[in-house]
């Protein structure tokens, strides 16, 4: 119970940090395989005079990932094929562009403009209605989500701010008396230390542990596809090892704070 | 006999303007036993915290074991007091710690082993007649009990200087005088100084020792 209540001051803002980041980490993970498959759901239609290649298209803009070569309309095939042998009429060849991420309705723009530079290309199509409004949700959930985040964090420094004061208020009488016996600062902070880390591997593995059942006992009930789709990614091994290293580094530097701050009277 | 304090001139201030010690000279041998007397609020404490590097003076000179004072590296600092026996006014126990480990704080800061720790510590806490509270908190104890486990934490590691502010302040004759044999056998045998603050020497004092005074303007005198 003692052990409890000294160290759930430090540990609840710690968490609160942690799952922030860890959340940070999975939704950039999760979807970034969404961004790739938003782009890639996307497609630019060209109708164009002359035959061209990925390479014509790379150079007209670099965005272009992939190009693909669309049949021509059957009676488009017809008619060349049978009446107008002897005229020369040219037929358009079709096309459909891949890019390489997802972009901006400005920046999607500018390709467009950038491909209508090309003598050859007619006319180009784009899906703007679906594609917008889907970006647009998008970007509004990530700010929303990376705000909320933030704050979070904030929210939970100013906590550990507030319990490295106590811990100060309790440790000062210690340290100071420790100093005066000629004690070094590694062993006048070695308690702190100790305690402080302590607090940093059972935070990373509450953190941890969340994320683990979230996995499997959250995301397999959901609606939500996207999470569905890429369950693994939610939390991978390695993160415990990240949320750690996070945490340490943080409470190190909670730690040091005190220490300086203990001045010998 | 070589030199342990050498103070020339010192002036102590903690402000600006109004200095509590004003141009002390005294040399402490090796083997002295000092006793520094004088009024409330004289400067006796802030004297000894001078000697144990806890106040920069702020003028004249200050050796300490071989140490100039003034503008100490923090290394030689911390060095130096690994090696002083500090008895405080106000005690300054560690109030988390059981009483044996208050006692053996020297021993573990420079590293002996739980071993010798608990054997010196079983020995001082049977010298402050404190036997069977080695596992008890300061807190737990009286005033009186907590100053001499005050006086065993500082003989714990032999000093080869001891400084005492008030080490019988709170004790009755019979506890005063168990302190006494203790510093007087310390510098007896083993050659310790001792420079002890208090405003009462002891009736009884089985061995030759000089005696220092402060006035209320912060001049240092010796008196015998
Ligand atoms: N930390 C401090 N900051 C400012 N002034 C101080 C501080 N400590 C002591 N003083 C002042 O220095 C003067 C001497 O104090 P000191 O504690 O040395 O007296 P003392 O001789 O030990 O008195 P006592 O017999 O009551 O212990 C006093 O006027 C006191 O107000
Ligand atoms: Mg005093």
């Known amino acids: 119970m003692k052990f409890i209540k000294r160290h759930i001051s430090l540990i609840f803002p710690l968490v609160a940090i942690l799952l922030g980041l860890e959340f940070f980490i999975v939704f950039d993970r999760t979807t970034d395989s969404y961004e790739k498959s938003l782009s890639s759901n996307y497609s630019i239609m060209v109708v164009a005079n002359d035959e061209m290649s990925i390479d014509d298209f790379k150079e007209l803009d670099n965005h272009i990932l992939g190009v693909k070569e669309l049949p021509k309309p059957k009676a488009l095939d017809i008619i060349y094929n049978t009446k107008n042998k002897n005229l020369d009429i040219a037929i358009p060849n079709f096309y459909e562009i891949k890019l390489d991420n997802l972009l901006g309705i400005k920046a999607l723009a500018k390709v467009k403009d ?11 199509e784009t899906f703007r209605s679906t594609y917008k409004s889907q970006y647009e949700l998008f970007t509004f959930i990530k700010f929303s989500f990376g705000t909320f985040i933030f704050f979070m964090s904030v929210i939970g420094f100013f906590l550990i701010v507030k319990q490295m004061e106590v811990w100060n208020f309790m440790h000062a009488q210690r340290m100071k008396v420790m100093e005066i016996f000629g004690a070094s600062l590694f062993l006048r902070s070695k308690v702190l230390i100790s305690m402080a880390v302590v607090d940093a591997i059972i935070s990373s593995i509450l953190t941890s542990s969340m994320f683990v059942s979230l996995q499997n006992m959250w995301i397999s009930d959901t609606q939500m596809e996207i999470l569905k789709e890429h369950v693994s990614d939610v939390f991978l091994f390695s993160d415990f090892f990240i949320l750690l290293f996070a945490s340490i580094v943080v409470v190190l530097i909670a730690v040091f704070l005190v220490v300086i701050n203990v001045k010998a009277e | ?44 404490s802030t004297l000894l915290k001078s000697f144990y590097g806890n106040l920069q003076p702020k003028g004249g000179s200050l050796v300490i074991g071989g140490l100039d ?38 021993l573990w800061i420079s590293g002996y082993s739980e071993e010798v720790q608990s054997t010196q510590a079983r020995r001082l806490l049977h010298h402050v007649k404190l036997s069977g509270k080695e596992n008890k908190y300061p807190l737990e104890l009286s005033g009186g009990e907590q100053q001499r486990v005050g006086v065993a934490r500082a003989l714990a590691k032999n000093p080869f200087l001891i400084l005492a502010d008030e080490p019988t302040g709170n004790l009755d004759e019979f506890s005063s005088n168990v302190i006494w044999d203790l510093m007087e056998n310390a510098c007896q045998q083993l050659d310790t100084t001792v420079v002890v603050v208090t405003h009462k020497i002891p009736m009884v004092f089985n061995i030759p020792y000089r005696h220092f005074t402060i006035d209320e303007k912060g001049s240092v005198y010796e008196v015998h």
Request: without cysteine; charged residues 25%.
């Open chain 2, 69 to 106: 004072m003034i503008d100490i590296k923090k290394s030689k600092l911390q060095e130096l007091r690994t090696h002083l026996g500090i008895v405080f006014q106000d005690y300054k126990l560690v109030n988390e710690w059981t009483v044996e480990k208050n006692v053996v704080l020297p």
């Open chain 2, 1 to 44: 006999m070589s030199n342990v304090i050498t103070a020339k001139n010192l002036t102590l201030s903690y402000e600006e303007d109004g200095e509590v010690i004003k141009n002390a000279t005294l040399t402490i041998k090796k083997g002295d036993f000092v006793f520094i007397t004088g009024p409330s609020g004289s400067g006796k």
């Open chain 1, 114 to 124: 950038n491909l209508l530079e090309s003598k050859s290309i007619k006319r180009i």
